[in-house]
């Protein structure tokens, strides 16, 4: 089975970046598609964006104003998602999420939850001068 582990978090000045990364163990990441969501304190979990099996495929949370990049390193088995331009409503806890299917369709699966079947533990990313 698949295992997702999420690191590169911690705490980032306001206006700053960062990269977030996700390590795939368990089966080969060429074939999945890859999900990345956020929940923050007393808020749902919020899509953000997605990568298909096609290493050129992506749907971004359009809310984020271009703020968010996805990418991914099948050689090294490990998925990236970038945030610039850091805001303190950004705090929360990142995870990354696997569909052995290949990816979501449409912008709506993209960021839904309920559509990924294996999740990593999650990463606290706090915004704050």
């Known amino acids: 089975q698949v295992q997702l582990v999420e690191s590169g978090g911690g705490l980032v000045q306001p206006g700053g970046s960062l990269t977030l990364s996700c390590e795939v163990s368990?089966?080969?990441?060429?074939?999945?598609?890859f999900g990345w969501f956020r929940e923050a304190p007393g808020k749902r979990r919020e899509g953000l964006a997605c990568?298909?099996?096609?290493?050129?495929?992506?749907y971004y949370n359009l809310s984020f104003d271009g703020r968010l990049t996805v990418s991914r390193d099948n050689a090294n088995n490990v998925v990236y998602l970038q945030l610039s331009d850091a805001k303190p409503d950004d705090t929360a806890v990142y995870y990354c999420?696997?569909?052995?299917?290949?990816?979501?369709?449409?912008?709506?699966?993209?960021?839904?939850?309920?559509?990924?079947?294996?999740w990593g533990q999650g990463a606290q990313v706090t915004v704050s001068s």
């Open positions: 999420a696997a569909d052995k299917s290949g990816g979501p369709r449409t912008l709506a699966l993209c960021l839904m939850p309920l559509y990924y079947d294996a």
């Open positions: 368990g089966d080969t990441l060429d074939n999945y598609a």
């Open positions: 990568i298909r099996d096609d290493e050129l495929s992506a």
